[in-house]
């Protein structure tokens, strides 16, 4: 069972950047594609990103195209997936969640991911 956390969610101005980590327990991520997805006040979570298990192939949601990035870090031990988010809009405001999917190649439905994080909150100032 795997066990996902997130972290490095804040309160930035617009045009920022932040980097959300993404940490696993419990398995290894080199068999799960990842996922990030969003839940802004009063709207249903929405696709973000997804990387398939290799790290090699990240596919993205159009408004997020070219500003952020989806890695996997599995180096040193580590076992994590990463969001680096640049040039923040206040449309961004979100809780942000981490996922695992069972399948290997990117997935962006979230009927498609098994494990997911308790969230983190990404607020943007405009």
């Known amino acids: 069972q795997v066990q996902l956390v997130e972290s490095g969610g804040g309160l930035v101005q617009a045009g920022a950047s932040l980097r959300l980590s993404c940490a696993a327990s419990g398995g290894s991520l080199n068999r799960h594609a990842m996922g990030w997805f969003r839940q802004a006040p009063g709207k249903e979570r929405e696709f973000v990103a997804s990387?398939?298990?290799?790290?090699?192939?990240?596919?993205?949601t159009t408004s997020v195209k070219g500003r952020f990035t989806i890695s996997k870090d599995n180096t040193n031990s580590k076992n994590s997936v990463l969001l680096q988010m640049n040039d923040l809009k206040s449309e961004d405001t979100a809780v942000y969640f981490c996922?695992?999917?069972?399948?290997?190649?990117?997935?962006?439905?979230?009927?498609?991911?098994?494990?997911w994080g308790p969230g983190t909150q990404v607020t943007v100032s405009s």
């Open positions: 990387i398939d298990s290799t790290g090699i192939h990240p596919y993205y």
């Open positions: 996922a695992a999917s069972t399948w290997t190649t990117a997935q962006s439905m979230a009927a498609n991911y098994n494990y």
